[in-house]
Structures are given as C-alpha cells and as structure tokens.
C-alpha cells in the first residue's frame, strides 16, 4: 500500500474518528517511551564507537568523549588483520543473498506446485514439510555437522550455504498465496493456447507470487544473516566466517586484549548500519506474510 | 496430460532434494544415533570403531545429566515468563500503533522493528556492554543512586537474557500483529461503533478474537525459538560466571558434542528438544483451540 492509498484509507477509517486530544498525547507518549527502550542501545553503540577504550570506561556512556575517535575506529576495524571484516562482510553478504534467493525460488516453485496441481502424495508432502517448520534449526544442525563431516563438506562455503536453500516456511507460505492469487481459468486458458507446464509457472505464476516471494526472501535474508549456530560448528577457518562469527571472536579478546574493545564496538556499528538501515526501509513490504493471501487487502 | 502429471514433481524437486539433504537425513541420522553407541578400539581408537545399538542408553545418560534436566527447567521457566510478557508487549503495542490516537505510527512501527535486522550474536555483544559495572551508563545511573544491581549474577543473568530476546523480536511480533489487524475489514469497526462501542470494547470483541491467527503463530514461534536459545547465553558466559557449558539444552548438547566427543549423547539431546518443540506447540495449539471452540 503506498502512502497515499494508505492516507485514504486512513480518512475513511472509521478508527480515525473522534481521536481526542488527551488520547493521542496518552498513546503517543506510550509510544514515545517504548520506542527509547528500542533505540537506546543503538545510540549507545553510535557514541561507543567514537571512543577509545580508555574514554570508553571514564566518560558518561550516552554522551561523547571531549575527542571523537569515530574515524579511527573504523579504519581500525577495516584494516585489522588484512582488512578481514570486510572478508566476513563479503562472506554473510554471500551467504544471505544466495541463500536467500535460492530458497525462495525452491519455496516458490514447490508452493505452486503444491497448490495448484492435484495429485497423489500432495498431502504426504505437504505435512513433511509443515513438520519441517517446527524442528528447531538448530536440533538439525548437530546431525547436519556429522552427515556433511562424513561427506567431506564441513569447512566450506557449501556447509552453510546448502541448508539454507531450504525454506519449509517459505513454502508454506507461497502455497497460501499461491492458491489464493493464481486463478486456475488463467492457467486453464494458458494450456489451451499451448503453453508448457513449465512456462506457465514462469511467467503467469511466478508474477502473480512476487510479494510472497518478497516476504519469503526477506525472512531467509535476515535468518542466514543472523545465523550463528550453523556456521559454527561448520566453519573452523577464520577467512569462511560470517560477520557473526568474526565480531564473536573479536569479542571474546577483549577481557585479555583491551583494545579488542574499540574493534569490537567500531565493527558492531559498521556490521549493524546496513541491516538496520534496511529494515527502516523493508519493513513497508513485510506484511507478516502470514496473514498475506489468506486475507486480501 | 501426462504433462501435466509429471510438472509438479518437477517443480518440487529442487526443494525436496535440499529438504531430504538439510532436514530428513539430519534428522533420521540423528535418530540412528541416538540410539547407537560407539566402542573405539586400541587405545586411542587407531584400531576402528564398532557400532553397536544401544536402546535407550543415551537418552538415560542424557537425562540423568542434572545439568542437562535443570537446563530444560531453566528454559522452560524462562519461556512461562518471557513469551507471555513479550507477546502481550507486542499486542498492545500493535493496538496502539493501529489506534486512531497514534501519532508517526509509521516512525514507531520502523523503530521497534529495527532491533530484528541485528543478529543475536551482536545483540548480545551490544548487552553485554549495557550489562557490565564501569561500562554500562546505566549500571553507573543505578550507582549515583545508590542501588547497586548485579544483572550478571546466578539469580539474575537468565531475565538479561530475556531482555535481550525481548528486545530483539518484540517488534517483530508486533509487524505480525499489525498485518493481521490491516485485514479487518473498515466495516466492522463501522457496524460496532453505531452500536456504541468505545475503543476498549472495540479491541475485546473485534481486534482480539480477529487477530487470533497472528497470536498463535507468534507464540509458537516463540516457543520453538525459546529452545533453542544458544547464542546469547554463549556469548554472555564471556562476561558473566553464572552461566555453565550447559546453561540451556542447546548448549549442553553442543557442549556434550564437541568439548566431550559424546556424539551419540548430543544425538539424543538434539531429539529431545526437537520432541519437545512438537509437543509443546501442538499442546499450545490444541489447548487454544479447545477453548476457542468451547466459547
């Protein structure tokens, strides 16, 4: 919904009638509370970076030291060990995209398949995969590590990246969608003019699922983004790691080496701006997916 | 016809084939291993090793670890306390954004949303600062005061966790949430306010009961991601000497894998909280429809 669309169904909305002045100050002063607990460690991170560790444990933390070291900082955390943040920077952008968007095309074609075909063992799989998105990632990963060890894949690019292609909940979601956006007239009339199976999932239904598909990227980009455990009992060198991976072990220097504290806060706030920034401008398209299809707008 | 018959195996296969390789073999491998152990012979096993079944042999060692039973305890109490609080947080916070008394709704949505894109490793990190005497400008406030808290301790290093995830994904719920409540149709709120209904009644008997769907995945979300909760307590051990190698089932079974080598012991720990990931989110759905239904 753009902001127009939205300013009027606002005016329409029978909500927006009758917002006395004492109430919008109430909730909005709730709100205003709330969001200061969301963003105050991000304001603390901005100001830590531009510290160094001595200025770090003597000045006031939510104000700036007398001299900014931002610039330091960063260059520092760029440079160190070769410029290796930027390699584990590389690596999750990797790892995030390609997974990312392999998966949702997996997601998409299976979710297309599943709602709009019938055929035997449609529910048998169906429900493999519903009892796939329960299994907690991390239940897997432990038997993943000692299947891919006896392949031979754990160190690798691949030990990451091939669980995460997968995305049980992503097609779930495209099957909802799916069903509910793909009518099957079109796909009807489509055959009739002589159309391949496959190239009526490429163009007609690939189109109509695009903002499932944006859901369905979104949220692996962010899951693979986030993931921790996976890559660490995959990964034993230092130049396959993600950024989680690496600013872990920066972190877990600091007790031993102070000056791992300016690393460790300079590369938290480079690592955290890009993901930040895009979730301020992603959110407009993450419907929660869930409700999506199901309930049109 | 027989085009037909065949395109949607074909369509499916790519994911089946990574959903076999990632999800089914893992989890039947596990299985197999649960419930097998491993004799090495010689001395340092330079001799092979021979696998033999072991019933339930691991799944008895496993939970006669009390590390290991006051670790799903542990999270099983962190779960009654954190999940309820976090998902009410987020419904009313959905209520209020979508209320007409909102002001910037889109601002806040945006804000609270944004600690989601910050991975749990880094949040963590970022805490941990916010947790440590002599670094934390709050820990320093509470000093001027004169109260001296300890949120590292024995006691209360489990509820910084819950902070922590709290924090993370309270506005991530909330998007959910919201969804849901775009999807009510504008008429219905028409209809209840001729009836005369204020805004507290329209949130119990319309806003509520629609949302239902939005609630239920979030809590079982929750639930399954509240066993697995590993990195944070793995990366506030750096700082804080309460947390053990078996803080919460995760860790234990990381720790029984690979500080121990007990793989097959891990095997049966991983299980484990996979069984206990189903039967609490079918008790949770089961029990919630029963009473929808009653109603």
Request: net charge neutral; aromatic share 14%; charged share 10%.
């Amino acid at each position: 919904m753009s902001a127009k669309d939205r300013a009027g169904a606002r005016a329409a909305d029978p909500r927006q009638r009758r917002a006395n002045a004492g109430s919008t100050i109430l909730v909005t002063g709730i709100l205003v509370v709330v969001s200061v607990y969301f963003l105050v460690p991000a304001y603390w991170i901005v100001v830590a970076a531009t510290k160094t560790t001595e200025d770090l444990f003597t000045t006031n933390g939510f104000w700036f030291a007398p001299t900014t070291h931002l610039t330091e900082n960063v260059t520092r955390v760029l440079t160190y060990d070769d410029g290796i943040f930027l390699r584990w920077f590389a690596n999750s952008v990797l790892y995030a995209g390609i997974g990312g968007l392999v998966a949702t095309l997996f997601a998409a074609a299976g979710g297309y398949a599943l709602a709009k075909y019938a055929f035997r063992g449609r529910e048998a799989v169906y429900g493999l995969v519903l009892g796939g998105v329960l299994v907690p990632a991390t239940a897997t990963a432990l038997p993943l590590f000692l299947l891919f060890s006896e392949l031979g894949l754990t160190n690798s690019y691949w030990s990451v990246l091939i669980p995460s292609v997968v995305s049980p909940f992503g097609l779930f979601l495209c099957r909802i969608y799916a069903a509910a956006t793909v009518p099957d007239t079109v796909i009807e009339a489509a055959r009739i003019d002589g159309a391949g199976e496959m190239r009526i999932f490429a163009t007609l239904g690939l189109r109509a699922m695009v903002p499932a598909m944006v859901t369905v990227f979104l949220f692996q980009l962010v899951g693979i983004w986030n993931n921790y455990f996976l890559p660490l009992i995959m990964l034993a060198d230092p130049d396959l790691y993600p950024l989680t991976l690496g600013l872990n072990n920066w972190y877990a220097q600091v007790e031993r080496l102070p000056e791992f504290y300016e690393l460790t806060t300079g590369g938290v706030l480079v690592s955290t701006v890009p993901l930040v920034a895009a979730m301020f401008v992603l959110q407009r398209f993450w419907r929660g997916g869930f409700t999506e299809g199901a309930v049109k707008e | 016809m027989k085009a037909q018959k065949a395109a949607p195996w074909l369509l499916l296969t790519p994911f089946l084939a990574f959903f076999t390789l990632a999800f089914l073999l893992p989890i039947l491998y596990a299985v197999w291993q649960s419930f097998t152990r491993v004799r090495l012979s010689g001395l340092f096993g330079e001799d092979g090793a021979t696998t033999s079944f072991a019933g339930f042999d691991n799944y008895a060692k496993a939970l006669g670890n009390p590390e290991f039973t006051a670790s799903i305890g542990r999270v099983l109490l962190f779960g009654a306390v954190q999940v309820p609080l976090m998902i009410a947080l987020a419904t009313v916070l959905a209520l209020l954004l979508e209320s007409a008394s909102a002001k910037w709704p889109r601002f806040f949505r945006a804000a609270y949303f944004m600690p989601y894109g910050v991975p749990g490793v880094i949040a963590t990190i970022l805490w941990s600062f916010l947790y440590v005497p002599g670094l934390s400008p709050f820990l320093d406030l509470a000093e001027s005061l004169g109260i001296t808290v300890d949120v590292l301790g024995p006691s209360t290093v489990l509820w910084s966790i819950a902070n922590i995830v709290t924090w993370t994904y309270t506005g991530y719920n909330t998007l959910i949430i919201v969804a849901q409540l775009k999807a009510i149709p504008g008429d219905l709120y028409e209809a209840a306010r001729v009836d005369g209904a204020g805004p507290w009644q329209i949130a119990r008997s319309i806003q509520l009961p629609l949302i239902r769907p939005a609630l239920m995945l979030t809590v079982v979300f929750s639930i399954i991601g509240t066993l697995q909760i590993f990195a944070e307590p793995k990366i506030l051990r750096e700082v804080s000497p309460a947390i053990n190698n078996d803080y919460t089932p995760n860790l234990a079974a990381y720790n029984s894998a690979f500080n121990y080598n007990e793989y097959n012991v891990a095997a049966a720990q991983a299980v484990l909280i996979a069984l206990a990931a189903f039967v609490l989110s079918y008790a949770f759905l089961y029990l919630s429809n029963r009473k929808a239904g009653r109603r």
